[in-house]
């Protein structure tokens, strides 16, 4: 059964920086595309950055040259590195990875992040 930890969330000042983690358990994260969500109160979750296993990356319009996304295949880690920071950024983040030969779906817990003006 996979399990996805994520961590590295908190309050900063807007143009701030944080770097989320996101640590997989019980599936190959080589054989997966991971993707980072968020979700702000009273709206829907909203795709931000997703990296496939060779590494290629796409981003949401939002975050595009703020937010990075990568992967460490070989310690089954994923991370949203965040910069310039605003309050709009506030929300709940969270990793998801699908795997490639199952289409199978696991999602993290969540953390929480919090943008201050």
């Known amino acids: 059964q996979a399990e996805l930890v994520e961590s590295g969330g908190g309050l900063v000042q807007a143009g701030g920086s944080l770097r989320l983690s996101c640590k997989v358990h019980?599936?190959?994260?080589?054989?997966?595309?991971a993707s980072w969500y968020r979700q702000a109160p009273g709206k829907m979750r909203d795709l931000v950055a997703t990296?496939?296993?060779?590494?290629?990356?796409t981003y949401a319009d939002s975050v595009k040259g703020r937010f990075t996304i990568s992967r460490d295949n070989v310690n089954n880690m994923v991370y949203l590195q965040m910069n310039n920071l605003k309050p709009e950024d506030t929300a709940v983040y969270y990793c998801?990875?699908?795997?490639?030969?199952?289409?199978?779906?696991?999602w993290g817990q969540g953390t929480q992040v919090t943008i201050s003006s």
């Open positions: 990296v496939v296993p060779d590494g290629s990356a």
């Open positions: 019980g599936i190959l994260l080589s054989s997966g595309v």
């Open positions: 998801k990875i699908v795997t490639v030969f199952t289409g199978q779906n696991f």
